[in-house]
């Protein structure tokens, strides 16, 4: 739980807020984009704790690279996409950016959805490769990376 509150806690929640423009008033005027923003927040944060519990009950495991799963998790949003943590801190901060109608936060939405791609191309998908071997090839043959949709095949 540590890991969540720290690291996903900082690039979804302190950092957009920290770049958030200046309250004017209660904390800001609500109106259409403001209620529209609600929806990713509250999707964002679901996305997360959904698949830390998949983490946990399925995987035996956690989201911190020290613990991380020891069972290839292919359940849940995972059928559908197969990096739904970092769709779910994505969200978030284009909730922020929407709540707020900040370009700043939707540009650090950019950049961390960036370094998002990069780390799980570089970094990630070899260590599940090398971990999980044929099966986690055949998950990223059926499930897409980023962008939700039906599973091609029968990744479980």
């Known amino acids: 739980m540590l890991f969540t509150v720290i690291v996903p806690g900082t690039v979804a929640v302190y950092v957009p807020l ?29 996305v997360y704790l959904w698949c830390l519990w998949d983490f946990a009950a399925f ?14 998790v292919v ?48 970094v990630e998908e070899p260590s599940l490769r090398g971990k999980f071997g044929d099966s986690y090839e055949r998950y990223c043959r059926e499930v897409r990376r980023w962008v939700p949709g039906v599973s091609r095949g029968r990744a479980a």
């Open 75 to 122: 359940r849940g949003l995972y059928r559908y996409v197969r990096n739904p943590m970092y769709v779910g801190v994505l969200l978030v901060i284009a909730g922020w950016a929407l709540l707020f109608q900040s370009l700043r936060i939707l540009g650090y939405g950019a950049v961390v959805a960036l370094c998002f791609h990069l780390f799980v191309v570089a």
């Open 18 to 46: 920290s770049l958030a423009p200046p309250p004017k008033g209660l904390p800001f005027g609500w109106g259409v984009m403001q209620i529209v923003a609600l929806l990713p927040l509250a999707a964002g944060c679901a």
């Open 59 to 72: 995987g035996r495991g956690t989201p911190a690279p020290v613990d991380a799963p020891r069972r290839l």
